[in-house]
């Protein structure tokens, strides 16, 4: 992929090449491991990006770099923004965690934040979402929208995140529909419209009529709507891909927490942490929720957004059995953010193994 | 597995097998007059783009077919200069294409991503897709199913039955005999990369004009090398080109229909296993004692100069 690096190389002189205001404004540096235009992922982190733009105004100025594959060109693209004067760099992708540390540590007086890692420095803190909280209304509606009782779930690689959110699904469509089943498949990828669209097929034809992904494309929404399935957006509002089939979307909105750790860093109030956010704070929403919902389904996604967004519900508190009949999280127990990284079990129920 | 299972299984293996076919197809025809284009990964992405640009440009995915074989046979002509022209190394100029391929397709297409087009609609053939089961199968698909099949059956009649074929034939296995008796080598293989040009701008565009239909970067995720495979595994015979091609479909289909019936078998293993098998077939490929065996045109991967032949 040399010519790949040589386009991020020229990326980032076209970057860090930005004239410098006048009255010197607060530098933020973004490094995405897709394209902007993915409508997914990198996509929402620079919406974050220029919303943050918007509110300081003249005070802030941004860059980012797309498309930074994960490795060692990660590491000299963050060095790169470091040396160019950021004062701020946001890293969005979990591989560029290691890059991320080592060049914390050389730039001491400069501030990173990495998405969706575990490894922290005293100039540098890590940030993610709970997703879960999205997935566990996702696994809501599929659950009443099903009427084979089969739900599908594309997975993309078998790690907590995404069994953690396997797992809220199925809990939430067993309590709506305790007949329900769930059929898993893996694409290995987080973007493969290609694969993504094999995936839904292939559990379309055996029977699935509501599609949960947890990949980034929108393929799987464009082959439900082609079949006239069901299936719920992931990261970004992909309802106009999927008119009729589009159920919700569970977006991600970074600009809340972009706009508070750039207004901490400013005031020198900034302490790095592991910062989890959700519906309570603005950063998951459900996205241009369908208008051909049935009244009770549409009732029931919003009462249990509610129950989640006033923290008067969790989805992972006990008693909570694994498929093997162990007690995972036992009664009056919730998994703390810690015990929520290191989900590596199926929920009982789920007829399935997860691969190693 | 019930029939409506298998039913769908089968039909699923024939679209996830038409990419392929249309690419194969051309690179056969190439290899037959000995020139090795690698580049296939790169002008499949470029016929993908472009396929995709035009036929949301114009509305019209007839156009977008259009563009992505005038485009692919450009790329192929790039190739062909550097070979024919120049006598560049078959195998590193191939490569570079690829490379080449992949990052100006992600270039120009940036516009485009997450754009949708209405695509090709399915046609089903009358009276035929009312057949129980193989109906289903075979004659439900859209147009461009039908036309790999169409080219395929017309390839294999030229390659196999008329004086062109042997021309081809000639000059892939002795382009100096060739040369002898009056053919034109080099303008022979010119026509042969473009039309393997072409015919990878077709397989990309069915990516991105039927099969998603969208276009993100490297959407082809490798499927150009896998057709490079199958001409070797088919020993460079059309039928069983076609023959592969649906069966390469019907393995990548069930490694997905297997995980959704609750097999635990490590998907990434079964991922892998296509580029594994393509990889070992590079490796034979490069290996001469093994070529003549395989039945490999003789002078596959060698440069031709009719200057040097006077």
Redesign the interface.
């Known amino acids: 992929?040399?010519?790949?690096s040589?386009?991020v190389g020229l990326g980032l002189l076209a970057g860090v090449a930005t004239v410098q205001a006048a009255d010197d404004p607060f530098k933020v540096g973004f490094v995405y491991v897709g394209?902007v235009?993915?409508?997914g992922w990198s996509?929402e982190h620079d919406r974050g990006r220029q919303e943050l733009q918007e509110f300081f105004g003249d005070k802030v100025e941004t860059t980012y770099v797309e498309?930074v594959p994960e490795g060692a060109d990660a590491q000299r693209v963050i060095t790169q923004l470091a040396k160019a004067g950021n004062d701020l760099i946001f890293s969005t992708s979990f591989g560029f965690m290691n890059p991320t540390l080592k060049v914390a540590k050389r730039f001491p007086n400069v501030t990173f934040e990495h998405a969706t890692g575990y490894k922290r420095s005293k100039n540098m803190g890590t940030y993610v979402l709970r997703t879960y909280e999205g997935r566990y209304v996702s696994g809501i509606a599929a659950g009443m929208l099903t009427e084979s009782n089969t739900i599908?779930y594309i997975g993309s690689f078998p790690i907590p995140e995404v069994i953690r959110d396997i797992n809220a699904s199925y809990m939430a469509a067993k309590s709506v529909n305790p007949a329900v089943t769930m059929?898993?498949?893996?694409?290995?990828?987080w973007?493969?419209?290609?694969?993504e669209?094999?995936?839904a097929?292939?559990?379309m034809?055996?029977g699935?009529d509501v599609l949960l992904q947890h990949t980034d494309?929108?393929?799987p929404l464009?082959a439900a709507e082609k079949r006239g399935a069901r299936a719920i957006g992931q990261a970004s509002d992909q309802s106009?891909?999927a008119p009729n089939a589009h159920v919700f979307s569970v977006r991600d909105d970074w600009a809340p927490y972009y706009i508070k750790v750039t207004q901490e860093v400013m005031d020198g109030t900034y302490e790095p942490k592991d910062f989890w956010g959700g519906f309570q704070e603005d950063m998951l929403s459900l996205a241009s929720i369908n208008d051909n919902l049935p009244k009770n389904v549409r009732a029931k996604i919003d009462e249990t957004y509610d129950l989640i967004n006033s923290g008067k519900f969790h989805p992972f508190t006990g008693p909570i059995k694994d498929n093997k009949g162990n007690i995972v999280v036992p009664e009056g127990h919730t998994l703390s953010d810690t015990e929520l990284a290191q989900v590596n079990w199926y929920v009982e129920g789920i007829?399935?193994?997860i691969?190693? | 597995m019930d029939i409506d299972l298998i039913t769908q299984v089968l039909f699923a293996a024939i679209k996830t097998g038409t990419p392929l076919l249309f690419i194969a197809l051309g690179e056969a025809i190439c290899e037959k007059t000995g020139v090795l284009n690698l580049g296939q990964e790169g002008m499949m992405l470029m016929g993908a783009v472009v396929g995709f640009m035009a036929a949301y440009g114009t509305g019209n995915a007839g156009f977008g077919l259009l563009g992505a074989m005038i485009i692919g046979m450009v790329m192929s002509l790039i190739f062909g200069f550097l070979v024919l022209h120049l006598g560049a190394n078959q195998v590193a100029t191939g490569l570079a294409l690829t490379i080449f391929g992949t990052g100006l397709s992600a270039f120009i297409g940036s516009g485009v991503v997450g754009q949708t087009i209405t695509g090709f609609q399915p046609l089903s053939i009358p009276v035929l897709s009312d057949i129980p089961v193989l109906g289903k199968v075979l004659f439900s698909h859209d147009v461009m199913v039908y036309l790999a099949v169409l080219l395929a059956i017309i390839i294999a009649f030229v390659a196999n039955k008329t004086r062109l074929g042997l021309t081809i034939k000639a000059v892939g296995e002795n382009p100096n005999a060739a040369n002898a008796i009056g053919i034109k080598v080099l303008r022979v293989r010119y026509l042969a990369v473009m039309f393997g040009g072409a015919m990878a701008g077709l397989g990309g565009a069915y990516m991105s004009l039927v099969y998603t239909p969208m276009w993100v970067e490297n959407m082809t995720a490798g499927r150009g090398w896998i057709a490079l495979a199958l001409v070797v595994f088919a020993s460079w015979r059309i039928g069983n080109i076609v023959l592969g091609a649906y069966l390469f479909g019907l393995a990548s289909i069930m490694h997905l229909v297997l995980q959704g019936m609750g097999w635990s078998i490590s998907p990434n293993l079964l991922a892998m296993l296509p580029y594994v098998a393509t990889i070992i077939v590079m490796v034979i490929i490069s290996a001469d004692k093994y070529k003549e065996k395989l039945l490999a045109p003789r002078s596959l991967g060698k440069p031709f100069d009719p200057r040097q032949m006077a």
């Open positions: 992929m040399k010519l790949k040589l386009l394209p235009g993915d409508l996509y498309n599908g059929k898993i498949v893996w694409v290995n990828s973007y493969d419209p290609g694969k669209t094999d995936a097929n292939a559990l034809d055996q699935v494309s929108p393929a464009i106009s891909f007829t399935d193994e691969p190693r």
